[in-house]
Each structure stands twice: as C-alpha cells, then as structure tokens.
Antibody, heavy 124, light 106 residues
Framework: QVQLVESGGGVVQPGRSLRLSCAAS????????MHWVRQAPGKGLEWVAV????????EYVDSVKGRFTISRDNSKNTVFLQMDSLRAEDTAVYYC?????????????????WGQGTTVTVSS | DIQMTQSPSSLSASVGDRVTITCRAS??????LAWFQQKPGKAPQSLIY???ILQSGVPSKFSGSGSGTEFTLTITSLQPEDFATYYC?????????FGGGTKVVS
C-alpha cells in the first residue's frame, strides 16, 4: 500500500518562498494524478492544485495561480509544490493526496490516499 | 466553480444513534462525489466515492446516496470512534471543492 510523506513546511516571512515535497513509498505514483489540499487553522479543506500522471496538465485554485507551481519527478516517486510570494492567508497544513482513477465498475475513485500533512506558517 | 453546501455544520448525537448529513452541489455533478472523515490533528480519510461506494476497509455502517445535486451520508449505530468532522467533495470539475464540514459531537 502506498504511503505519502510530506516535508518542507516551516515558518516563513510574507513574500518569501517555500518548496514542499511529497514522497511516495510502497508503490509507484507514476500512473496517478497527484493533488495538494490545504487546511487553514480551524478551517475546512481547500483544494490547491493537481498534476496529471505525466505532468502534461496542471490546475490550480484561483487564489494561488501565478504564485504556486506543482511539479513531479516520477523517477523519484515525488511531487512538489513550489510556493512563491507567500501570504499570511497561505498559512495551513498542506496535504498531498493521490487521485485513483477507475475501479472495476468504471467509477472514479478519487482522493484515496493522503499524507499526514506538513505545516506552513507565513508570519513576520 | 461548483459550490458544495453541507448541512448541518454540526450535530449532537449519542452512541447508537443514526446520523444523516446532507451535501448539495450548485450544479449537476452526476455521482462524482466523495465523503471524508477527519479527526483532530489527522489527515482526512476517504469513506465513500462515486456517491455510494465504500472505500476498501470502511465499515458498512457508513453509506452514501444521491446523484445530480443532492447527496447524503448516513452513519448507523454511531460509535465513539465516529465522532469526527465529515466533508463532502466533488470531483466532477476543477477546482475540486469541498463542503464546509459537519462536526459530529456527543
């Protein structure tokens, strides 16, 4: 069973950058789209970004477009989130999650495996 | 963007109760809806996908129904480990969106 481990979180000043990593073990993630989802303190879940299995397509929530970049290195079984021009409102726990495509009935399975999260705090 | 509205935002229940949570989508999402359970300090765990299919390993006391714009999550015979926050999420189109969450408390 695949396990996802995020790293790279920390405390950073507004306007600075941070790069998060999500390393998979136990199985390859090269056939799966990978997502980042965040959760601000005491708030609900917010989807951030996706990268398709081969890196050919990327999507972002409007609030991070132009500031965040998702990427992947399938040879290292790792997904990244480069976060630039950070703002206080980016403070959150960031989770990576695997999107599983289809089961035997042809139904999309969705975000089935999640990492434990890494905390990003943007503060002066 | 597709808006997901969950109700109630919190509910009080007792061990053994049957609990129902509702999720409404702002437009037709077919059956592309998932339910997640989250406990404090932990990552969300997938319970249900395609509106009604249990993820592997999830007990049958959880069930989901609905299609189009109206969905429900039902938990039968609530147990102490079921007190948590539950989220619905649509994956019909980007941006993926979550409901605001329902906190189940004793």
């Amino acid at each position: 069973q695949v396990q996802l481990v995020e790293s790279g979180g920390g405390v950073v000043q507004p306007g600075r950058s941070l790069r998060l990593s999500c390393a998979a073990s136990g199985s390859t993630i090269s056939s799966y789209a990978m997502h980042w989802v965040r959760q601000a303190p005491g708030k609900g879940l917010e989807w951030v970004a996706v990268i398709y299995y081969d890196g050919s397509k990327k999507e972002y929530v409007d609030s991070v477009k132009g500031r965040f970049t998702i990427s992947r290195d399938n040879s290292k079984n790792t997904v990244f989130l480069q976060m630039d021009s950070l703002r206080a409102e980016d403070t959150a726990v960031y989770y990576c999650a695997r999107f599983n495509y289809y089961d035997s009935t042809g139904s999309k399975i969705g975000l089935d495996i999640w990492g434990q999260g890494t905390t990003v705090t943007v503060s002066s | 963007d597709i808006q997901m509205t969950q109700s109630p935002s919190s509910l009080s229940a007792s061990v053994g109760d049957r609990v129902t949570i509702t999720c409404r989508a702002s437009q037709d999402i077919s059956n592309e809806l998932a339910w997640f359970q989250q406990k404090p300090g932990k990552a969300p765990q997938s319970l249900i996908y395609a509106a009604s299919i249990l993820q592997s390993g999830v007990p049958s006391k959880f069930s989901g129904s609905g299609s189009g714009t109206e969905f429900t999550l039902t938990i039968t015979s609530l147990q102490p480990e079921d007190f948590a926050t539950y989220y619905c999420q649509q994956y019909k189109s980007y941006p993926l969106t979550f409901g605001g969450g329902t906190k189940v408390v004793s």
